[in-house]
């Protein structure tokens, strides 16, 4: 409403009031479909990494998907000073973590394709 008053008031445009509240709402329903709560969402985190042995720089792709199927949130990175594919792995598995955390979900699958790493992950530390 703000930009179409702007228009108006410094370019004399104007949208038929009916027009502008249709797309008022278009707009407050894209925003509420991408910032929504998930925590009852039923969702699978898988994440990996990939890691340049010359340069030793790691990078990381995180990807949530609800019980549907649907795009939840995904990250990419890329991390410095990073030794070995183990290290790479186990960043991704840190940054799917706080990705989940981020986007405040309480039901959630972790998968990764590093064994040692899905291993940690699900060791019981009582």
Do not use: Y
């Not at 925590?39 to 985190?45: A, D, H, I, L, R």
């Not at 990078?59 to 990250?75: E, P, S, T």
């Amino acid at each position: 409403m703000w930009k179409e008053r702007n228009s108006f008031l410094w370019q004399g445009k104007t949208l038929k009031p009916t027009k502008l509240i249709c797309q008022a709402i278009s707009w407050m329903k894209e925003f509420q479909h991408w910032h929504r709560k998930n925590e009852k969402c039923n969702c699978k985190c898988n994440f990996d990494a990939a890691w340049d042995e010359n340069r030793s720089i790691g990078g990381v792709g995180v990807v949530i998907r609800n019980d549907r199927g649907d795009f939840v949130a995904a990250l990419a990175k890329r991390h410095d000073a990073i030794p070995s594919p183990l290290l790479a792995e186990t960043m991704a598995a840190r940054d799917a973590a706080w990705l989940v955390k981020e986007k405040q979900l309480l039901a959630f699958v972790f998968e990764g394709d590093a064994l040692l790493v899905m291993v940690a992950l699900q060791h019981d530390h009582q």
